[in-house]
């Protein structure tokens, strides 16, 4: 009964490929985010969706298409795949958009080759 | 340009004694500060926070200290436990409510 849990683990995957993420919770929160941990460290914000809507859309490239069925789901799509997209990528969730405290999950380590 | 710091990228310390992780910051408009730590292999988890208006937050061991003068913050941990090994994250609340994270400090308590 994982709060905040992603599929798969580990992807990984030849250039040009296309692969998505799954992102679901149980928590019953109303937002729900997706961050990309880069090589240095640093978790960045990429997407934020607060009931099934998109709030916050950083500068991230349009090969990246976040997909939220309801508001327990939040996947990521990415396509054409390059050799920077390798990071590990984590999904979280919080009550709401005003809620500072959030939720990961375990997080999905992306490799391309 | 990082608005979060986390100036050392590791610490070591005793079992049982202090340890004190810092984090600084460049905008003075931030509100909200809140402290994660991370295992390998596993996501984030919050750990406390404290506001601005305040200038210190305590929870059982843990006790984060705000100097908003100094744009400073530091975590304390204290008796340290082997359990407390692991990466801690400094991460501050924009007016958009948005997270800004620092590259964190890998925290080693050795026996």
């Known amino acids: ?113 | 340009d990082q608005q979060v710091k986390q100036n050392s990228p590791s610490l070591s310390v005793q079992e049982g004694r202090i340890s004190i992780l810092n984090c600084d910051y460049t905008n003075s408009m931030f509100d909200y500060f809140l402290w994660y730590k991370k295992y390998p292999a596993e996501g984030p988890t919050f750990l406390i926070s404290i506001s601005s208006i305040k200038d210190k937050n305590e929870d059982g061991r843990f006790t984060v200290f705000l100097n908003k003068s100094a744009k400073h913050l530091s975590l304390h941990i204290v008796p340290s436990q082997p359990g407390d090994s692991a990466v801690y994250f400094c991460a501050a609340q924009d007016s958009n409510y948005q997270l800004i994270w620092g590259a964190g400090t890998k925290l080693i308590i050795k026996p």
């Open chain 1, 1 to 113: 009964d994982t709060a905040v849990s992603q599929t798969p683990k580990y992807l990984v995957t030849q250039m040009g490929n296309d692969k998505s993420i799954k992102c679901e919770q149980n928590l019953g929160h109303d937002t729900m985010y997706w961050y990309k941990q880069d090589s240095k460290k640093f978790l960045k914000i990429m997407f934020s969706y607060n009931n099934k809507e998109l709030i916050i859309n950083e500068t991230v490239p349009n090969r990246f298409s976040p997909k939220s069925p309801d508001k327990a789901h939040l996947n990521l799509h990415i396509n054409s795949l390059e050799l920077g997209d390798s990071a590990v990528y984590f999904c979280a969730s919080s009550q709401g958009a005003n809620y500072n405290e959030q939720f990961f999950g375990p997080g999905t380590r992306l490799t391309v080759l």
